[in-house]
T-cell receptor, first 111, second 116 residues
Framework: LAKTTQPISMDSYEGQEVNITCSHN???????ITWYQQFPSQGPRFIIQ???TKVTNEVASLFIPADRKSSTLSLPRVSLSDTAVYYC????????????FGSGTKLNVKP | ETGVTQTPRHLVMGMTNKKSLKCEQH?????MYWYKQSAKKPLELMFV???????ENNSVPSRFSPECPNSSHLFLHLHTLQPEDSALYLC???????????????FGPGTRLTVL
């Protein structure tokens, strides 16, 4: 199982772009990289997933270098409502969805 | 109701009580999950059900007993719990479990459990 390492917390200001990096040195060939967002007293919510290079959706972008040993979640122009915990998960999509959540990164957006 | 619902939202129980947590998904999914989230600890996957069959049990103590009577409902039966079992219990569902493509998990709001 690929272990992930993320910063415990990050601070940002409204309107800034935020980049959260996740390290996963032991990522396997079949593993995908997935990010979830969790607000207090709520369940996590899927943000984005990728395998390599760059993926973009209406919420975020995910950058994955060629060696896939790390990934960066990019949140453009954050607002106060983006204050949450962000989890990076790595796992094999065919293995009964055994995606294990790490400790996550607590993003604090200030006005 | 839409999405994944969980009841009750809050539960306080003594160590000798028996209670059950309920999860219902209205998404037509075939896989359901129980997670435990303790303070300052990562989410822990407890059980996975695929088409009402348990396919994963991550060494969870027997005082936690899951039940999946159909693909829309998932229960977690609790008995003789310990104070360290106090946590947020999250239910999730996904279209399938164990396919060649990723299935996004949809989470419920959770049940905040306190064991006295």
């Amino acid at each position: 199982l690929a272990k992930t390492t993320q910063p415990i917390s990050m601070d940002s200001y409204e309107g800034q772009e935020v980049n959260i990096t996740c390290s996963h040195n032991n990522i396997a060939t079949n593993d995908y990289i997935t990010w979830y967002q969790q607000f207090p007293s709520q369940g996590p919510r899927f943000i984005i997933q990728g395998y390599k290079t760059k993926v973009t959706n209406e919420v975020a972008s995910l950058f994955i270098p060629a060696d896939r040993k790390s990934s960066t979640l990019s949140l453009p122009r954050v607002s106060l409502s983006d204050t949450a915990v962000y989890y990076c998960l790595v796992g094999d999509v065919s293995n009964f969805n055994k995606f294990y959540f790490g400790s996550g990164t607590k993003l604090n957006v200030k006005p | 109701e839409t999405g994944v619902t969980q009841t009750p939202r809050h539960l306080v129980m003594g160590m000798t009580n028996k209670k059950s947590l309920k999860c219902e998904q209205h998404l037509g999914h075939n896989a359901m999950y129980w997670y435990k989230q303790s303070a300052k600890k990562p989410l822990e996957l407890m059980f996975v059900y695929s088409l009402e069959e348990r396919v994963e049990n991550n060494s969870v103590p027997s005082r936690f007993s899951p039940e999946c009577p159909n693909s829309s409902h998932l229960f977690l039966h609790l008995h003789t719990l310990q104070p360290e079992d106090s946590a947020l219990y999250l239910c999730a569902s996904s279209q399938d479990a164990g396919t060649i493509t990723y299935n996004e998990q949809f989470f419920g709001p959770g049940t905040r459990l306190t064991v006295l």
